[in-house]
Nanobody, 126 residues
Framework: QAYLMESGGGPVQAVASLTLSCAGP????????LAWFRHQVPGEERDFVA?????????LYADSVKGRFTISRDIDKKLLYLQIHSTKPEDTAIYYC??????????????????WGSGTQVTVSS
């Protein structure tokens, strides 16, 4: 089955760093962009965090995470990463990997996402 699967979440102490991974071994990423979203508040939409165009490598970050989050990918391994530096309690959320529709650029809204991962919980304690 062509899925997206996140890993690397869990409990973490504030200030520590954390790296999330997203695997899509059976998916095609060429021509697409991938992104990370997070869901912090029940009843509200998922928020865009960071995105990257798979082949070109250009990135986009939400203003709230610029300078602390780093998105990257390993083209050969078909892995997407999100490094979170100096974690804060407000980073607590379910983090989702997302793939755009073909040739549509980095998705920054819920409706711009073609495929979602199942999410991984990150809990940052102070």
């Amino acid at each position: 089955q062509a899925y997206l699967m996140e890993s690397g979440g869990g409990p973490v102490q504030a200030v520590a760093s954390l790296t999330l991974s997203c695997a899509g071994p059976e998916r095609t990423f060429q021509g697409y962009a991938l992104a990370w979203f997070r869901h912090q508040v029940p009843g509200e939409e998922r928020d865009f965090v960071a995105g990257i165009r798979w082949i070109e490598g250009d990135t986009l970050y939400a203003d709230s995470v610029k300078g602390r989050f780093t998105i990257s990918r390993d083209i050969d391994k078909k892995l997407l990463y999100l490094q979170i530096h100096s974690t804060k309690p407000e980073d607590t959320a379910i983090y989702y990997c997302a793939q755009s529709f073909l040739a549509q650029g980095i998705p920054t809204t819920f409706d711009a996402v073609g495929t979602w991962g199942s999410g991984t919980q990150v809990t940052v304690s102070s």
